[in-house]
C-alpha cells in the first residue's frame, strides 16, 4: 500500500514543480514509510509514498514503460492486484517484458494491451494513476468498492489529485473551504458517493475511472452492483460462497512481508482467521498471527447492553486456540484513549472530524501496536454489509423507514451508546440552516433511484435489495475509508477479503430467504465456515467493534468539554449552542455527554489544525 498525488497542467511547464508535487507527497509519508519518488515532464508532476509489500527491490515509483526510448507511460500506484501473477503470465504469452516481479508493472503492461477495458480484468484494492505523455492524458482508476481512496480537484487548465485531501490540500491552488453542504455531508453519517466535503474536491467513485485531456474530463464506470435472477439452490449457494472464501483468502496472503488477521471473536474475523490459518498450514508458512484489542479490565467488568451481548475477549481467544494461531491482545487504557495527540492523529489521519469516537482512537492505536510486528493485516470489514449482520437487518420497522436503516437505527437508539445525538451541542441556527435531515432525506431518495431492480421483485424480497444496496454503497463506504485512513497512518496496509468483488455481486442477488435460512443473521457466511470454527464462536450473536466502558473517559472528555468552553479563541465556539454545553458539563451524565462531546472535540481540533474557513 501507498500513497500517491499529481499536478497535470496543460497550461503551465511542470518541470520545474519538484517542490510543490514533493510537498504534497511528503504530507501521505505514514502512507508509504519505505521510500518516496517524484516524475516531472512538461504537464505532469507525479509523485509516491511506497510501502513495500510485494517485490521489496524492484517496485519503486512512479514506475515507467519505455519504448524505443521514449517514455510512453508512467504511473504512481496504491494498492494490491490479487491476480497480478495470472496477468502477468497472460501479457508474457502476448509479448510483454517484465523488469520487475511487482503488481504494479503489470498493471502498466495490462492498460497499454487492452486500453481502459484492462479494469475488467483486475481483482483487487487499488487507486492509481496512469500518465501517457504521448498523447497527453491522465487516467484515475478506483476498486470496484472503493477500499482505496482517490480525490480529485480541478483546476482551470487541469488537475490536482491525491490518496488524500492533505496531499491536495497541499497544493497552493487549493484551500480548505467548507461551505453549508459539506458540513452536511460532514454530519449526515451517510457518505456520498464522490463527495469530498471540501468545496472543489471530489472523490473518485468506487468502480470509476477518470480521464482527463486538453479539452476535458470524462468519468466512466466499469463496474456496479447488477440484479439477476439467483440462479442456485440453498446448498449450492453455500458451497459457492465457500468456494468464493478459500480462494479470496488465499489469493489476499500473497505478501513479502510479515502478515497477520484482526480477530475480535466474531464471526466475520473468526472465518477471516480461520481460513487464513487452514491456507498457510497448506502453503507451510504458519501459523498465522492475530491480534485483538480489548481495555483494561473489559472483560471482568463486562456490562452487557443493548449493542453488546459479551465481550470480546474470550471468543477471540477460543477461535485462536481453535486454530493454533500465534495470538496477541492489544490492551487500551483510559489515558491512551484521551491522550490529545492521539485523537488528534486520527482526525488528520482522515482529514476530517467524522467518526466513531474512542472507538477511532482504539483502532488507530491498535493499528500502530499491530504495525510493529507485521505490515499487512487482513481484516473481516465489510461482511456485516454483504451478508445483512447488523440488527436493523432484522426489524421490520426500521427495515421500512423511510431513511437510512441505520439511521432509523440510530435515532432509535439501536446504534448508539449515548442518550444524546451527536449534533445536539451545535448551534440551533446552524442546524437549521445545514438541514441535516432534509439533506439526508435527499441523499436517500437519489441512493433509493440507482438501486438496480429485478422485474417482478416485490414484497421484503425487493426492500432488502434496496436496503443492501444502501449499505454496499453508502454505509460501507464509511467504514472503509474509516478502516484505510486508521491504517496507513500507521503504515500498516488492512486488506478486506470480503469486499471481492465477486463475492459481493453473488451474495447481493441471492434471495433474501435464503441470507436468513435459519432465522439469523448473516446465515450464509455461518454456514459456509462452520466447519473450521469451533461451535461457541460460530453461534456467538453478534458483537459491534468494542467500546470502553470506564466511567473515567467520559468524565475525562467533560473536562476537554469544559476547556473548551472556557477558551474563547476555540474555533469551534461559532458553531455551537454554549447554553447546552454548559449544561452538559455541569449536569450530563457521563453516558450521555459521550458522542456529543466527541463531535465538538473533533470539530475544534479538525479548525486548528486544518485553518478550515466556513463559508455559510
Not at 510537498?23 to 521510500?35: I, L, Q, V
Not at 439477476?228 to 440453498?234: A, N
Not at 491482545?329 to 482529514?351: F, G, N, P
Not at 469486499?499 to 459481493?504: F, I, S
Amino acid at each position: 500500500m501507498c500513497g500517491i498525488t499529481g499536478w497535470i497542467s496543460f497550461g503551465q511547464n511542470l518541470g520545474d514543480a519538484r517542490g510543490i508535487v514533493s510537498a504534497m507527497t511528503e504530507t501521505m509519508a505514514c502512507r508509504g514509510p519505505d521510500a518516496a519518488g517524484v516524475w516531472l515532464d512538461a504537464n505532469a508532476a507525479l509523485g509516491h509514498r511506497r510501502l513495500a509489500v510485494i517485490d521489496i527491490e524492484g517496485g519503486a515509483q512512479p514506475m515507467s514503460v519505455e519504448r524505443d526510448g521514449r517514455t510512453v507511460l508512467v504511473t504512481t500506484y496504491s494498492g494490491e492486484i490479487y491476480n497480478y501473477r495470472e496477468l502477468r503470465s497472460e501479457l508474457q504469452a502476448l509479448g510483454h517484458a517484465f523488469t520487475t516481479s511487482s503488481d504494479t508493472e503489470v498493471a502498466l503492461h495490462a492498460y497499454l494491451e487492452w486500453g481502459e477495458e484492462f479494469t475488467t480484468r483486475l481483482n483487487g484494492m487499488y487507486a492509481f494513476a496512469l500518465w501517457d505523455p504521448i498523447r497527453r492524458e491522465l487516467l484515475l482508476v478506483r476498486d470496484r468498492m472503493g477500499i482505496k481512496p482517490l480525490y480529485y480537484y480541478r483546476t482551470h487548465d487541469g488537475i490536482v489529485f491525491g490518496s488524500e485531501p492533505k496531499a491536495i490540500l497541499a497544493h497552493p491552488q487549493v484551500h480548505a473551504v467548507v461551505d453549508a453542504e459539506g458540513l452536511a455531508e460532514l454530519l449526515a453519517f451517510a457518505k456520498t458517493p464522490g463527495h469530498a466535503v471540501y468545496r472543489g474536491m471530489r472523490e473518485l467513485r468506487p468502480g470509476h475511472t477518470l480521464r482527463l485531456t486538453a479539452d476535458g474530463a470524462r468519468e466512466r464506470r466499469y463496474w456496479g452492483l447488477e440484479s439477476y435472477e439467483h440462479p442456485d439452490d440453498l446448498g449450492t449457494t453455500v458451497t459457492h460462497v465457500r468456494d468464493l472464501l478459500d480462494d479470496i483468502v488465499d489469493r489476499q496472503l500473497i505478501a513479502d512481508v510479515p502478515l497477520c488477521t484482526l480477530l475480535s471473536g466474531g464471526l466475520d474475523s473468526s472465518v477471516i482467521t480461520a481460513l487464513a490459518a487452514k491456507a498457510l498450514a497448506a502453503q507451510g508458512r504458519g501459523p498465522v498471527r492475530s491480534f485483538s484489542v480489548d481495555f483494561v479490565g473489559q472483560t471482568e467488568n463486562f456490562r452487557a447492553d443493548h449493542l453488546r451481548g459479551t465481550p470480546d475477549g474470550p471468543y477471540a481467544r477460543a477461535l485462536a486456540e481453535h486454530v493454533a494461531s500465534d495470538h496477541r491482545d492489544i490492551v487500551l487504557d483510559t489515558r491512551q484513549l484521551m491522550d490529545r495527540e492521539h485523537r488528534a492523529a486520527v482526525v488528520v489521519a482522515r482529514d476530517l472530524p467524522y467518526g466513531l469516537g474512542d472507538g477511532d482512537t482504539s483502532l488507530y492505536l491498535l493499528f500502530k501496536a499491530i504495525r510493529q510486528q507485521s505490515t499487512v493485516a487482513l481484516s473481516g470489514e465489510s461482511a456485516d454489509e454483504v451478508f445483512g449482520g447488523y440488527s436493523w437487518f432484522h426489524d421490520e420497522k426500521l427495515v421500512n423507514a423511510d431513511t437510512f436503516p441505520w439511521l432509523a437505527a440510530i435515532r432509535r437508539g439501536f446504534a448508539g451508546d449515548s442518550g444524546t445525538e451527536p449534533e445536539s451541542l451545535l448551534a440551533p441556527g446552524l442546524l437549521q440552516k445545514i438541514d441535516i435531515e432534509g439533506y439526508q432525506r435527499q441523499r436517500y431518495h437519489e441512493a433509493l433511484s440507482e438501486v438496480p431492480r429485478l422485474p417482478g421483485e416485490s414484497g421484503l424480497e425487493r426492500r432488502m435489495r434496496e436496503v443492501c444496496y444502501l449499505h454496499l454503497t453508502r454505509f460501507v463506504q464509511f467504514l472503509l475509508d474509516r478502516k484505510d485512513r486508521a491504517s496507513m497512518a500507521t503504515g500498516l496496509e488492512v486488506r478486506v477479503p470480503f469486499c471481492d468483488h465477486r463475492l459481493v455481486q453473488y451474495v447481493f442477488n441471492t434471495p433474501w430467504a435464503m441470507k436468513t435460512f435459519d432465522g439469523r443473521e448473516k446465515s450464509l457466511l455461518r454456514a459456509a465456515a462452520r466447519d473450521v470454527l469451533p461451535d461457541v464462536v460460530a453461534d456467538r450473536v453478534k458483537s459491534p467493534y468494542p467500546s470502553t466502558q470506564d466511567p473515567s473517559y467520559a468524565e475525562a472528555l467533560r473536562e476537554e468539554l469544559r476547556q473548551v468552553l472556557a477558551d474563547r479563541d476555540a474555533p469551534v465556539r461559532q458553531l455551537l449552542d454554549l447554553t447546552a454545553v454548559a449544561e452538559t458539563v455541569d449536569s450530563a451524565l457521563g453516558a450521555d455527554l459521550r458522542s456529543s462531546t466527541e463531535v465538538v472535540l473533533a470539530l475544534d481540533t479538525w479548525l486548528r489544525r486544518y485553518q478550515v474557513t466556513l463559508d455559510f
